[in-house]
């Protein structure tokens, strides 16, 4: 089966010079690409990603019955370079529609950037919109896209200077980050679409719906960073130069697995696998000096916003009117669950979860409530909407 994947790749733009290290049960082949084609040979060299599964999933993969996403989420699969790289691989070829998730990988033009986007679903669904959070990527959903794209047109993106998004020269807070979202919305002809954001995404989401109402339909915010009331630091933080960062190009794997399983209320509902492939992907993407630059302002603009007076942030956050859902974690360490009694005084009319055995990701840690929660929030929404 591995060898019959020249004869269907599809006319696309290949990934030239990548190397994809693919195991099989016991066999093991390279699938490389140039400008114009690939080959399969034997395993040489250090490949950018390997894929590892059994014959078995394989052959459903292979067969259109089972996507690699699928297959990833239900830990019958694991990856190991770069999961972002690895998403590219299965849309390169043709294969029978038998049941399994279609999606697709590309670039879009987006004024002088280039967003990257993963989507999936049908073309005519109700468009879902998903932003991860800080030193995440699109990826970051991936536990959730099958059971979202049952019921909607699901884009997920890299927002600028994370993942496979450009990383221009830019502020980095929440306002340019709405205004780039608000552009590639446009160009790519979103109307009106449903947004959900984790964490500093929830945040860009909260602003588009600030900033224009009428773009988008709803808003989900799952554990979203918002202005702190406390910050001890912030004339450190004020004075903090984030470009000095970009002179620490290495971060130890021991330190990230330490805070990336901090993140979970029960660091065991996620596969070893999963960590190591997380951690894969944040550092190939820590590697470029313009990728350290975007984490660093990103990181110092959400500590240093401003929470209070007319313009500050709670007081712009009275003013929302789109639906709002907002879920909180319990046991995050990020973001305190009580940021969700704020917000409902805030807004008396969202709906505010907290959830008891949750930490600060709950697509990942609980995909299935989640995405649950997702569809049926939007779900009223658009009823009510119909309705009315």
């Known amino acids: 089966m591995i060898e019959t994947l020249p004869l269907r790749l599809r006319d696309v733009r290949l990934p030239a010079g990548s190397r994809y290290r693919l195991r099989i049960g016991r066999t093991v082949r390279d699938v490389v690409f140039t400008r114009s084609d690939c080959s399969v040979s034997v395993s040489e060299g250090v490949p950018d990603v390997e894929i590892v599964t059994d014959a078995q999933t394989w052959s459903a993969i292979d067969a259109g019955r089972l996507s690699g996403i699928e297959a990833f989420v239900q830990r019958r699969l694991v990856v190991r370079g770069s999961v972002d790289r690895s998403l590219h691989f299965e849309p390169l070829f043709e294969r029978p529609r038998a049941g399994g998730l279609e999606y697709d990988v590309d670039e879009v033009p987006v004024g002088k950037l280039r967003f990257s986007r993963l989507v999936a679903g049908p073309e005519d669904a109700p468009p879902l919109l998903l932003i991860h959070g800080l030193g995440a990527s699109k990826a970051s959903w991936l536990t959730v896209v099958p059971q979202l794209a049952r019921n909607h047109r699901v884009v997920a993106i890299d927002l600028p200077g994370f993942g496979s998004t450009s990383k221009p020269r830019g502020r980095y807070d929440a306002p340019w980050f709405a205004q780039h979202v608000l552009s590639f919305i446009e160009v790519t002809d979103l109307r009106e679409p449903l947004v959900a954001g984790n964490s500093m995404g929830g945040r860009v989401a909260m602003e588009i719906a600030m900033r224009e109402p009428c773009a988008v339909r709803a808003i989900a915010c799952l554990c979203p960073v918002a202005a702190f009331y406390e910050r001890p630091f912030l004339w450190a933080a004020r004075w903090a130069r984030p470009e000095a960062g970009i002179l620490a190009p290495r971060l130890p794997r021991a330190y990230l697995m330490e805070q990336l399983r901090r993140l979970f209320s029960d660091p065991k509902r996620l596969h070893d696998d999963w960590y190591e492939a997380a951690i894969d992907d944040f550092l190939q993407t820590w590697r470029r000096p313009t990728a350290r630059l975007a984490f660093l302002r990103s990181l110092k603009n959400i500590y240093i916003e401003e929470p209070h007076g007319e313009a500050g942030f709670w007081a712009r956050l009275a003013t929302l009117r789109v639906p ?15 940021f969700g009694a704020r917000v409902a005084k805030a807004l008396p009319a969202a709906k505010v979860e ?21 569809l049926e929030f939007f779900s009223s929404v658009t009823t009510r909407r119909k309705a009315g």
């Open 354 to 374: 907290v959830w008891d055995d949750c930490g600060h990701a709950p697509q990942l840690e609980h995909p299935e409530r989640t995405a649950d929660a997702l």
């Open 324 to 338: 709002a859902l907002y879920v909180y974690g319990r046991q995050d360490v990020l973001i305190s669950p009580r």
